[in-house]
């Protein structure tokens, strides 16, 4: 459905812009109908920058994205089927209109010849979807409701275009606990009903949880990719076993996590996947398939010993 293609983007730096800043590098994945793909990287990685590119908030600098094997940039209705949900539901209302003027917005960019029936019943059936109760949402103010609730309902506000896939950027980061498991349930819902998912998250256990793919993404790049039971039970990057190391746990203290990584840090650094099967083709663009349905790339961006042995 929804492929990414060498995918770059640049920025203009300095004071008259004469320094480049590579903020994605060449990343290439897929994401397919009724398909949770899992984005996960530190602060300044590039998730966001990647988020806001499918979206067209942002142009690409170099390579491709297309649905359905056509550019985005050419699609014309294109958020009929495209749609986001960012990491703060505040921002997105202003507090001096209704919340659901949000849902009214919709109705006149895309709908404007539909009856007042017609759309009442289209709204509630898009509040049901996401388990709002229409006489709880409908008529208030933001101030007036939760978090949660403005966070479904921005998700209601997609489903009202029947929209196929849903850029996830980092949407229940600011949720408590109680409230982050309903959001991750209500997005295995709309996955079951067929629509891809894009999750964009720095949360390890909240991308196990919903994804069926991961991708691990670095300094711009794409340093992991595959099935997500294979991504986190194999990990084969340094740097995804440092993600998954970073993780507290939970009958392990502090000192013991210490002792274990300086023991395994010297072996971490020891094996490049990707250069150690340096004249295979790579299915991605800096990925070799170490495994069925698992990518890597190279362990240090080119500076490992494997690629400076294969340089010699």
Request: negative net charge.
């Amino acid at each position: 459905m929804l492929r990414l293609d060498r995918v770059s983007k640049t920025f203009r730096t300095g004071s008259f812009g004469g320094r480049e800043l590579h903020a994605v590098r060449e990343v290439g994945f897929e994401v397919a109908q009724g398909e949770v793909v899992s984005l996960i990287g530190e602060s300044g990685s590039g998730k966001t920058t990647l988020g806001r590119m499918i979206l067209r908030l942002a142009a690409v600098s170099a390579g491709a994205i297309t649905l359905d094997g056509v550019d985005i940039a050419r699609q014309k209705d294109y958020y009929r089927s495209v749609q986001g949900v960012f990491q703060d539901p505040f921002s997105s209302y202003n507090p001096i209109f209704k919340a659901d003027r949000v849902l009214e917005m919709i109705r006149q960019r895309f709908f404007p010849r539909m009856g007042a029936a017609d759309w009442r019943g289209r709204v509630e059936s898009s509040l049901a979807a996401v388990r709002l109760d229409p006489g709880g949402v409908l008529g208030k103010y933001p101030h007036q409701l939760s978090g949660g609730q403005l966070q479904r309902l921005l998700i209601a506000r997609a489903l009202l275009l029947d929209i196929r896939m849903l850029v996830a950027d980092e949407i229940i980061s600011m949720l408590d606990a109680s409230t982050r498991i309903d959001v991750l349930n209500l997005l295995g819902e709309l996955k079951g009903r067929g629509l891809g998912i894009l999750f964009i998250t720095h949360d390890l256990s909240l991308g196990n949880y919903v994804s069926e793919k991961t991708v691990v993404l670095r300094s711009g790049r794409v340093v992991e990719m595959g099935r997500t039971e294979l991504v986190f039970g194999n990990p084969l990057h340094p740097y995804t076993r440092n993600l998954l190391g970073s993780v507290p746990r939970l009958h392990r203290r502090w000192s013991e996590e210490e002792e274990e990584e300086e023991e395994d840090a010297p072996e971490a650094e020891a094996t490049c996947f990707y250069h150690g099967a340096a004249g295979h083709d790579a299915t991605w663009p800096g990925l070799v398939e170490a495994e069925p349905g698992h990518f890597v790339g190279c362990a240090t961006s080119g500076t490992c010993a494997s690629a400076l042995e294969l340089v010699r």
